[in-house]
């Protein structure tokens, strides 16, 4: 909250934006503004009018460098944008830097969500220390069309302004916590000694060298992938990592997605029954991957670039009761099951689960 | 592996470090020198301020992540005290 806890007197507040920027067409700085505003709308009582010529409650403008309100901007990157808090005159008002890259996609900085983090100091709300939170200072992109507002930024708007007046109380997404005994995730893999967590839209990145566990966007390293990323494994040998969600897959090769993906599924040689793959992980020994779909799994010969013969099979016959595979991912011999927050250590020498830990025993905790 | 930052990108990261918390994080801006020097415990309360809300380990000294999240983008808001 801000210091003094400032808030609008009144739920019906007015907006217009005074000028353009270059960078994008008219139309797509009005939808973008209009979804902004939209998301803090559709979670508190309040609505906002749009006004072409009188002053405005909320004033959203672009401006350059020192533009009179003691707070001048910086140019391209670093300070993207500020606004003030509920109140007369500068009150509510949103500065945009004219010399940022302003779209309305992944490229530069995506106008929707910093229009509508500064919304958030329009209405009241300070910076929040959530990293997953829409009030974090630093700007995150997340495709628009998936944006959901944090439970984090929910909880706020709602402690100054009160809950929505839709029967259904609108919920947000949580920010995973690596030291959270519940956690469970969606895919895992390694990826040139690192390994990779993915959980909705994040990943938690742990590298060996290092104590601390990174919390990330997935859209921070790759803008075009979807969150909710359902199964992953690294081929070594071919310094690849390849990413699944429902009936499509990405490779990444290095650190950078291959051109021409997503590609079906079905070219790997699934059935088209198969609408999606839980888990995967590959032996880097006999360079084989394993599929794991519901109670069965495939095998795939990666020289071959077929699946195997005799497959799919059921996962109880020959990995034992590690029941639906959450994800999976091989190291130093061992392949390591996740089943919700159960990890189970299996030995494919010995054909028999060796141990089991939580989930969260590569976390340091 | 981290390399040792060179003697200049010393002075710049001082400069990164200063401005941010004077932009965010209501470090005065004390323009007599001498005081400078007495003013470091007061930025090392301040980094150590920043580095708390940021999650990053609080070592009060500009480290690797800490000059990282500083070359973030950002909102111009500041993390501390009233925006007027």
């Known amino acids: 909250f801000t210091p003094g806890n400032p808030k609008w007197k009144k739920n019906n507040l007015t907006y217009r934006i005074v000028n353009y920027t270059t960078k994008m067409r008219q139309t797509d700085v009005d939808e973008a503004i209009q979804k902004a505003l939209k998301v803090w709308s559709s979670v508190t009582p309040l609505t906002f009018q749009k006004t072409e010529d009188k002053i405005a409650d909320i004033m959203i403008s672009f401006a ?17 944008a500020h606004a003030f808090q509920p109140g007369e005159g500068l009150g509510g008002d949103v500065h945009l830097d004219e010399e940022e890259t302003w779209t309305k996609d992944g490229r530069g900085y995506n106008l929707f969500i910093v229009v509508a983090h500064e919304l958030g100091h329009s209405l009241g709300l300070s910076h929040s220390n959530d990293p997953g939170a829409l009030m974090y200072p630093n700007y995150a992109y997340t495709d628009p069309k998936e944006f959901l507002l944090p439970q984090d930024d929910i909880d706020g708007i709602q402690a100054i302004y009160g809950q929505s007046d839709d029967a259904v109380q609108p919920t947000g997404p949580t920010t995973p916590q690596v030291c959270d005994p519940n956690l469970t995730f969606d895919a895992i893999t390694t990826l040139r000694g690192e390994m990779i967590f993915f959980k909705g839209r994040y990943m938690l990145r742990k590298h060996p060298e290092r104590s601390e566990t990174e919390l990330n966007f997935i859209s921070l390293f790759w803008p075009n992938l979807p969150s909710g990323i359902q199964a992953a494994y690294e081929n070594i040998e071919r310094d690849e990592v390849l990413l699944f969600k429902e009936d499509k897959y990405w490779v990444i090769r290095g650190y950078d997605i291959v051109r021409g993906y997503p590609k079906p599924i079905y070219r790997l040689g699934f059935p088209k029954t198969v609408k999606r793959v839980n888990a995967a992980y590959n032996d880097e020994t006999t360079g084989k991957t394993y599929f794991f779909v519901a109670d069965r799994y ?16 059921k996962i109880i016959h020959d990995f034992g009761k590690i029941g639906r595979v959450d994800a999976a991912f091989q190291k130093d011999g061992y392949v390591y099951f996740f089943h919700k927050t159960t990890q189970f250590q299996f030995d494919p020498r010995a054909k028999r689960i060796v141990s089991h830990m939580k989930s969260i025993s590569w976390f340091n905790c | 592996f981290p390399v040792a930052p060179e003697k200049e990108d010393e002075g710049k990261n001082i400069n ?44 009060g000294k500009p480290d690797r992540d ?19």
């Open chain 1, 64 to 80: 350059y460098r020192d533009h009179n309100d003691n707070s001048p901007f910086d140019g391209p990157n670093g300070l993207l």
């Open chain 1, 298 to 313: 495939w095998r795939y010969d990666e020289n071959k670039k077929s699946m195997d013969h005799g497959y799919p099979r």
């Open chain 2, 16 to 59: 990164l470090v200063e401005t941010y918390l004077q932009n965010f994080y209501n470090l005065q801006k004390d323009h007599r020198p001498h005081l400078r020097q007495g003013g470091k415990n007061h930025l090392a309360e301040k980094l150590k301020e920043m580095q708390e809300f940021f999650g990053l380990q609080v070592t």
């Open chain 2, 66 to 84: 800490t000059l990282e999240m500083m070359n973030k983008p950002r909102c111009g808001v500041p993390d501390v005290e009233q925006y007027v």
